[in-house]
C-alpha cells in the first residue's frame, strides 16, 4: 500500500530565505507526482507536475525534483515571501489504478 | 473562464440523513473527480467521473455514490450520515481526465454533522 509522508509538517521561516519541503513515497511504481499549495478555507492549487520520467520542473521560484528509486521529492522555494504561507501538499498518481495519494501536508509560515 | 465551483459552501446536517453536493467544472472540462478532507485522515480521492461514467473509485462504503451530467456537471451524495462524515468536500476537474493533466480544484464544500 503506497504511503506518502511530508516532513516537517510545520515550517516557519524569515521571509527572503530559500527552502525545501520533503516528500517521501514508499511504492516507486508511480504515474507522476504532483505539488500543490491550500490556502486556509480554500481549494487546492496545482503547482508542479513531475512524470516519472523526469528529474525536475520549474516554475518561477519553485523548482520540484523526483527521484524515484529512491521514493523522493522535494520542493524548492527560492527567495520565500510572506505570500508563500500556505500549506503545501505532494501527491503521487499511482501506476496501477492511476488514483492520487496524498500526503499530509507541510504548513509554511514565512515571516515578515 | 469561470473556476471550479462547488455548492453549497457550508452545510449542517444531522446523523442519518443524507446530502447532495453539486461540482460545475471549467467550461470544456470533462472530468470531475472528488476528495474528502479531513484533520485525522488528511485528502482522500473518492470517485472519478469523466463523460457521465464512473471511471475510478476510492475505498469508501457504498454511502457515498456521484453521478455526471451531461454538461460534465457532478453531483455527489452521501446516505445516512455518520458523525465521521465531517469533512470538507473538494471537487477537481481536468480537460480530458488525462494522467499527465493537471488538476483544478473547487473551493469546496464543508459539511458538519451533528
Known amino acids: 500500500k503506497q504511503e506518502v509522508t511530508q516532513i516537517p509538517a510545520a515550517l516557519s521561516v524569515p521571509e527572503g530565505e530559500n527552502l525545501v519541503l520533503n516528500c517521501s513515497f514508499t511504492?516507486?511504481?508511480?504515474?507522476?507526482l504532483q505539488w500543490f499549495r491550500q490556502d486556509p478555507g480554500k481549494g487546492l492549487t496545482s503547482l508542479l507536475l513531475i512524470q516519472s520520467s523526469q528529474r525536475e520542473q520549474t516554475s518561477g521560484r519553485l523548482n520540484a525534483s523526483l527521484d524515484k528509486s529512491s521514493g523522493r521529492s522535494t520542493l524548492y522555494i527560492a527567495a520565500s515571501q510572506p505570500g508563500d504561507s500556505a500549506t503545501y501538499l505532494c501527491?503521487?498518481?499511482?501506476?496501477?489504478?492511476?488514483?492520487?495519494?496524498w500526503g499530509a501536508g507541510t504548513k509554511l509560515i514565512i515571516k515578515p | 473562464k469561470a473556476g471550479v465551483t462547488q455548492t453549497p459552501r457550508y452545510l449542517i446536517k444531522t446523523r442519518g440523513q443524507q446530502v447532495t453536493l453539486s461540482c460545475s467544472p471549467i467550461s470544456g472540462h470533462r472530468s470531475v473527480s472528488w476528495y474528502q478532507q479531513t484533520p485525522g485522515q488528511g485528502l482522500q480521492f473518492l470517485f472519478e467521473?469523466?463523460?457521465?461514467?464512473?471511471?475510478n473509485k476510492g475505498n469508501f462504503p457504498g454511502r457515498f455514490s456521484g453521478r455526471q451530467f451531461s454538461n460534465s456537471r457532478s453531483e455527489m451524495n452521501v446516505s445516512t450520515l455518520e458523525l465521521g462524515d465531517s469533512a470538507l468536500y473538494l471537487c477537481?476537474?481536468?480537460?480530458?481526465?488525462?494522467?499527465?493533466?493537471?488538476?483544478?480544484f473547487g473551493s469546496g464544500t464543508q459539511l458538519s454533522v451533528l
Open positions: 467521473y469523466f463523460s457521465e461514467t464512473q471511471r
Open positions: 511504492d516507486s511504481a508511480i504515474y507522476n
Open positions: 501527491a503521487v498518481r499511482m501506476d496501477s489504478n492511476y488514483q492520487l495519494i
Open positions: 477537481a476537474s481536468m480537460e480530458q481526465g488525462a494522467t499527465n493533466e493537471k488538476l483544478f
